[in-house]
């Protein structure tokens, strides 16, 4: 069982920075995937942007050129850069890692920090 500890959540206006940290409980390079999804009031959870263990980073269009998601294997964290922030960023974001292959394929779930943007 993976444990994901998110922080760094807030409320900032528009156009401002902010940046998230997930902590997983372990090493990192055991992780297929690690990455970020966001769920606004009355709609589907959705990825913001992942990273493979080979460094591969996916994002999603609505926020392609303002996040950068990171990975620092030192302190097993995954990070995402948040710039030039939109009142349609305002969500709860949720850290997410994929382990395994097939029937052990596992998925897991941090608790979720609030992003609300201010317009």
């Known amino acids: 069982q993976v444990q994901l500890v998110e922080s760094g959540g807030g409320l900032v206006q528009a156009g401002g920075s902010l940046r998230l940290s997930c902590a997983a409980s372990?090493?990192?390079?055991?992780?297929?995937?690690m990455g970020w999804y966001r769920q606004a009031p009355g709609k589907q959870r959705e990825l913001v942007a992942n990273?493979?263990?080979?460094?591969?980073?996916n994002y999603a269009d609505a926020v392609k050129g303002r996040f950068a998601i990171s990975r620092d294997n030192a302190k097993n964290t995954v990070n995402l850069q948040m710039n030039s922030l939109k009142p349609e960023d305002t969500a709860v974001y949720y850290c997410?890692?994929?382990?395994?292959?097939?029937?052990?394929?596992?998925?897991?779930w941090g608790q979720g920090t609030q992003v609300t943007v201010s317009s």
């Open positions: 997410n890692a994929e382990q395994g292959d097939g029937p052990t394929w596992r998925n897991y």
């Open positions: 372990e090493n990192i390079f055991r992780l297929n995937a």
């Open positions: 990273i493979s263990i080979y460094g591969s980073r």
